[in-house]
């Protein structure tokens, strides 16, 4: 069976700071995995996908995420927190033609 | 080009009633799925339609049931509504391959009392 562990159900970070999000992904065949956003009151946005091309991927408004096989994990980073990016965050997983897997999430709270 | 459209936007039933919410997909797109999200969680897959007819289904009771018409809208209805049904509803619709993007809704906020 599939299944995402999303490390911190909260992440703090300043302005300017590096922001790191982790994800963690169980998956007996080789997985495709998801990055997205959710704003208050409304529904998800696709950051960034990995479908088995290059392992690192980058996304919309400068997220990347890099996919590592070795330590089962997918975290999405962004260099600068801007105050915009405080969001509901979602990793996911999927195999081909499955339904997705989706985390519990990692609220991230930009601090000024 | 308009996007993943769902309504009604908020609803309020009670215990033991039934409640359909309606969602169009995107322009081009010819498979739609549905997640229920609780608050503080996240979403959980109930099923995808694709061709009318349900292709894929997760870990959701019988009263959870769905449509999907020859212009690719859907429906899904929940009946005999339990406290625990309520969530924010979310569609999204994408192409029929599963890794495909999918394109999700801003929801149906259902509230059961």
């Known amino acids: 069976a599939q299944s995402v562990t999303q490390l911190g159900s909260h992440v703090s970070v300043s302005e300017g700071a590096l922001v790191l999000l982790r994800c963690n992904y169980s998956s007996s065949v080789p997985p495709y995995l998801f990055w997205y956003v959710q704003y208050p009151n409304q529904g998800l946005q696709l950051l960034l996908k990995?479908?088995?091309?290059?392992?690192l991927v980058k996304g919309i408004n400068g997220f990347e995420a890099e996919f590592k096989k070795s330590e089962t994990s997918f975290h999405l980073t962004k260099p600068s927190a801007h105050m915009s990016d405080a969001a509901e965050y979602f990793c996911?997983?999927?195999?081909?033609?499955?339904?997705?897997?989706f985390g519990k999430g990692t609220r991230l709270h930009i601090l000024p | 080009d308009a996007g993943v459209t769902q309504s009604p936007t908020h609803l309020i039933k009670t215990r033991g009633q039934q409640v359909t919410l309606r969602c169009s997909p995107k322009s081009g797109h010819d498979t739609v799925s549905w997640y229920q999200q609780a608050l503080g969680q996240g979403p959980q897959f109930i099923f995808q339609y694709y061709e009318e007819e349900e292709r894929q289904r997760g870990n959701f009771p019988d009263r959870f049931s769905g449509h999907q018409f020859p212009n690719y809208s859907s429906e899904l209805n929940v009946n005999a509504l339990l406290l625990g049904d309520s969530a924010l509803y979310l569609c999204?619709?994408?192409?029929?391959?599963?890794?495909?993007?999918?394109?999700f809704g801003p929801g149906t906020r259902l509230t059961v009392l």
């Open positions: 996911a997983v999927s195999r081909r033609d499955d339904k997705i897997i």
């Open positions: 990995y479908t088995s091309a290059a392992t």
């Open positions: 999204a619709s994408s192409l029929p391959h599963g890794t495909d993007t999918q394109y």
